[in-house]
């Protein structure tokens, strides 16, 4: 018998319908999650990571929201010491992950969607020390105008207003300098430090990220992280 089912059937008046999860035997699932733990070397791939913890209670989100876009788990301590994040200030036991990308850009490209709000790309190479920055790999005419002043919080100018204070902080900012500070609105200590790095690199200071704007940002933060 090659694979192992679990079937989960639901009647209806006109018939059956049957979902089927496949698990191939000589693949291990040790937490019983559904999916294959495959540890991964430095291979120098990018893999999203989608989910951590310690326990299946810890990652069963992770699987349930991830399992149809492939799904698997690893061990940290037996797959590339990259970079990973941290559960709960610590090192975490397992990670679940995505694969299967071209590249960096390729993964950011997906991590940077509303449903990936929380994941984090890394580069399984030995040593890294960071997460992938995606501003510093994605096509900079893709890189969103955000900022200005009263403007609502999406998810999505969240995540991207969240790297960009990362970013200004790798960049040597005086005014945005604590990762305290990161938080994902446009607020006013990241307008004035918006401008002010607009005044050092000679751009209008317009307090608004434009794509002059991330291209001096990127010149001077990207090459800054270890991955």
């Not at 989960?8 to 999916?35: C, K, W, Y």
């Not at 951590?52 to 209670?57: I, K, T, V």
């Not at 509303?114 to 995606?134: E, L, Q, Y």
């Amino acid at each position: 018998m090659a694979v192992m089912a679990v079937a989960a059937v639901i009647g209806l008046s006109g018939g059956a319908v049957t979902a089927f999860f496949t698990q191939p035997e000589d693949l291990p699932d040790p937490l019983g999650l559904g999916i294959p733990m495959v540890n991964v070397g430095c291979t120098g791939e990018a893999l999203m990571i989608v989910g951590r913890g310690n326990d299946a209670r810890d990652l069963r989100d992770s699987v349930v929201d991830f399992d149809a876009e492939g799904a698997r788990y690893l061990e940290p301590a037996k797959s590339c010491d990259t970079a990973y994040p941290p559960y709960e200030g610590a090192p975490a036991t397992y990670a679940v992950y995505l694969s299967g990308y071209a590249d960096t850009e390729a993964a950011c490209t997906v991590r940077m969607r509303n449903d990936h709000k929380s994941d984090m790309v890394t580069v399984m190479r030995a040593g890294n020390t960071d997460a992938v920055m995606c501003p510093c790999e994605l096509d900079r005419t893709s890189l969103p105008e955000i900022g200005g002043e009263g403007l609502d919080v999406t998810t999505e100018s969240a995540m991207w207003t969240s790297a960009y204070q990362n970013m200004l902080i790798r960049a040597g900012s005086k005014i945005l300098n604590d990762p305290k500070q990161v938080t994902g609105q446009f607020d006013k200590v990241t307008l004035d430090a918006t401008r002010a790095f607009q005044a050092e690199t000679l751009l209008p200071p317009l307090g608004k990220v434009t794509t002059d704007t991330w291209v001096q940002l990127r010149s001077k933060a990207c090459r800054t992280y270890n991955y």
